[in-house]
Every structure is written in structure tokens, then in C-alpha cells.
């Protein structure tokens, strides 16, 4: 028997994680809306669960959410060939608040983006189908 997919609660929880490719483990955040003070911290979360890694690689979709000021500052500055996406109206730099949350020390992480419409690229994608 094949379970009917609800479209009346699709807004109600949306969900971010990734999935540690050394040990295998997935870990996710969930919340009714994912916004920068919900994304923000996962960088930091990342980096405290592999302390001995020197750097540590992010692939991720092209959300744009993920390369706003605000949670960029959480992380080393990124070095890409491509430009991120990132809206119009968002400022060039992190807003007071972001900077305080991030604290001074910046992980050792660098994302790399996914190009639009390519989430079979995404392992974590498998997993969330």
C-alpha cells in the first residue's frame, strides 16, 4: 500500500541537515520557519563535530538563504570561482547582532554551491525524497 503525500501541511516544519560523509551521520535542525537565526549556528555546529578536520567542505543547493551576510560571518571568508547567489536587497555585510552571534573565530569551512536545478548532485537529497 502506497502512503498519499498531504499537501495541507507541507508549510508547517521545514528541515536542514547534512550528512557527515566520514561517519556517515545525518543531523538535522527543524523548525516552522528556517530563518538566518535558525541557519545561522549550523555552521559552528558543523565544525565542533569534526574538530581534527583542518578544513571542512560544504555541498549544498543554491538557496540563497545559506549565503546571506548574516550566516556567512559565522564561517572563514569563502574562496569560489562563482559568484553566490544572493537577493538585491540584502546588505554587503553581516548585521551587529550576526557578528555578535558568530563570535571571533571563524571554522575552517567552505561551501560549494551546487549549480540550480541540480539537487541529484546532493546526496542529503536522497534522503529527504
Avoid at 75 to 103: I, K, L, Y
Amino acid at each position: 500500500m502506497r502512503a498519499e503525500r498531504s499537501r495541507a501541511t507541507d508549510g508547517d516544519l521545514r528541515s536542514v541537515g547534512r550528512w557527515d560523509v566520514v561517519t556517515g551521520q545525518v543531523v538535522t535542525r527543524r523548525a516552522t520557519t528556517m530563518d538566518l537565526a535558525t541557519l545561522a549556528p549550523f555552521s559552528p555546529d558543523q565544525r565542533a563535530a569534526s574538530p581534527e578536520a583542518a578544513r571542512i567542505y560544504g555541498v549544498l543547493e543554491n538557496w540563497p538563504v545559506r549565503m546571506h551576510p548574516d550566516v556567512l560571518v559565522a564561517r572563514e571568508p569563502q574562496t569560489t570561482r562563482w559568484a553566490f547567489s544572493r537577493a538585491g536587497n540584502w546588505p554587503a555585510t553581516p548585521g551587529a547582532q550576526a557578528v555578535r552571534r558568530a563570535g571571533d573565530v571563524r571554522p575552517a569551512s567552505q561551501l560549494m554551491p551546487l549549480p540550480t536545478e541540480a539537487s541529484w548532485c546532493n546526496l542529503i537529497e536522497k534522503l529527504w525524497r
